[in-house]
């Protein structure tokens, strides 16, 4: 268990997030403790989507969007690739892990962008503490956990395990996972950004208002009509 508990520190946990008794508990199933991966000064390690199974979807549409977000987090935003856990319920999630402890907004705000561009029918994910895997569903009394991607088709239609996953598993599970640098952090959020249209000059106008016009506008518009203008100066008596 403590080699996982230092995996979960090296990705995720942020010191002071839950004591080591109770994480212990949690881990072990005695006590679900929905664990809030923000610090007490509103900065967090963690980025968790959720991918829960909708009423009308098919029986693996969640997983199959669940791979198309996970493939642009790294085809598109140049990020590493996350971990994926699976609720015990009805869904997964991704797991994305920060260098350093960023800002909840900045956070929130990557999110929104990613939803927008890539889930918008999802609703947005609520400000919530998440169930760390492994733990048991306090619903179905099955076990989330992290798992390989390529084992998560199976988990479509019922996401959790039966018995306890073992935590040299689940510790091998995460041992790969990089975290993100501020640079990539920086870079996958411009990329998110939308583009901003140019705003398109003003047509030239069809005529030429000589009352609103000024000597350059009047030169201009003959120059325009291939009309060399010559000006005389008159002088009255």
């Not at 989507?49 to 987090?73: M, R, S």
């Not at 561009?117 to 503490?129: G, I, K, T, V, Y």
């Not at 988990?155 to 510790?171: N, T, V, W, Y």
Request: glycine share 6%; aromatic share 6%.
């Amino acid at each position: 268990m403590q080699k996982y508990i230092s995996e979960l520190s090296r990705l995720y946990l942020q010191p002071g997030t839950l004591s080591p008794a109770a994480l212990e508990q949690h881990l072990l199933g005695q006590a679900a403790v929905p664990v809030s991966l923000a610090s007490g000064d509103g900065r967090t390690r963690a980025i968790v989507i959720p991918f829960h199974k909708q009423a009308d979807d098919g029986e693996a549409d969640h997983w199959t969007l669940l791979c198309e977000v996970a493939n642009a987090l790294q085809a598109e935003l140049g990020l590493p690739a996350p971990a994926v856990s699976i609720s015990g319920a009805d869904g997964y999630a991704l797991w994305l892990s920060l260098a350093a402890p960023l800002p909840l907004a900045e956070v929130r705000q990557f999110l929104e962008l990613l939803r927008t561009r890539r889930f918008p029918a999802m609703a947005p994910a609520p400000d919530a503490a998440v169930e760390l895997p492994p733990c048991l569903h306090p619903r179905t009394g099955k076990w989330a956990a992290f798992i390989h991607p390529g084992l998560g088709a199976s988990f479509a239609a019922e996401a959790g395990l039966d018995m306890a996953p073992p935590f040299a598993g689940q510790s091998a599970l995460l041992e790969g996972v990089q975290c993100i640098s501020d640079a990539q952090f920086r870079h996958a959020l411009a990329i998110l950004q939308p583009v901003k249209e140019s705003t398109p000059a003003p047509a030239a106008p069809a005529g030429l208002l000589l009352a609103d016009a000024t000597l350059e506008d009047i030169v201009r518009h003959l120059h325009a009509r291939h009309i060399e203008p010559t000006f005389r100066h008159l002088v009255r008596d």
